[in-house]
């Protein structure tokens, strides 16, 4: 009957759904089970990588530690044998004195050329020259410097009261090449043995150029030798 075969051909189906079933969840169990697997894998790698990392960190950190401590360490030991040798009491004095000198001969004046004479009046000498270049400063401690030797005029020193002054008395020093017994008198400010050096070799060079270009004008100025450019008051470095 219709109801025997029904029965005879649902009953082998329902027995494959239940084995097919059976299967399908054992895969999804095994399905789970990968996963967790999977995800324990990662959290170990996760924690791998934070060991190694904090490993490296610490690596890291006790290099840097002991390199800034040595250089620490080197840089005070130089700081405290430069500072002892700065402030050695010989080098204390001298470097005293030598912005003391500095700042004295700043109001110093010498002149070259002046006629030499026994019994002579420096002051009166002086007082003669600044007035041939319209300046009449207070003069003080005018003398005569160097070694006497026969026949050598030695240069004359005289002191004012700042340096301005000083820079006045350079600036119209140039008239002095047209007036009457003073042309070959020059005036210059006291140098120390460095700048005198650096002052002759400026000198050699000006000559140098003045000889190589005849029809150019070179001066010194600021330290340098510059061209004196056919514009008033305009110079070029050379």
Not at 66 to 71: A, I, L, N, P, Y
Not at 88 to 116: Q, T, W
Not at 149 to 156: A, M
Request: contains cysteine; glycine residues 4%.
């Amino acid at each position: 009957s219709a109801y025997y075969l029904l029965e005879r051909c649902s009953l082998p189906l329902m027995g494959l759904a239940e084995k097919k079933n059976g299967q399908l969840e054992k895969l999804k169990d095994e399905k789970i089970t990968d996963l967790a697997k999977i995800n324990d894998l990662q959290n170990e790698v996760i924690r791998m990588k934070d060991e190694q990392l904090s490993k490296v960190r610490n690596v890291v950190k006790d290099t840097v530690k002991d390199t800034v401590t040595s250089e620490l360490k080197s840089y005070s030991s130089v700081v405290r044998e430069s500072c002892s040798a700065a402030l050695e009491p010989k080098r204390i004095v001298s470097a005293v004195k030598k912005v003391a000198e500095g700042e004295d001969r700043s109001r110093n004046v010498i002149v070259f050329g002046m006629l030499e004479e026994e019994e002579e009046n420096v002051a009166s000498k002086v007082d003669i020259l600044m007035d041939k270049v319209n300046e009449k400063p207070h003069a003080t401690d005018c003398s005569r410097i160097g070694q006497k030797k026969p026949g050598v005029h030695r240069p004359i020193r005289f002191k004012v009261t700042s340096s301005d002054i000083v820079y006045q008395i350079l600036r119209k020093a140039k008239v002095l090449k047209d007036v009457e017994g003073f042309q070959r008198v020059f005036i210059s400010p006291d140098r120390s043995v460095e700048e005198r050096v650096s002052r002759q070799k400026l000198v050699t060079k000006l000559k140098s150029k003045r000889a190589a270009e005849p029809n150019k004008q070179f001066i010194i100025r600021k330290g340098e030798v510059v061209l004196l450019s056919e514009k008033k008051g305009c110079v070029e470095n050379v």
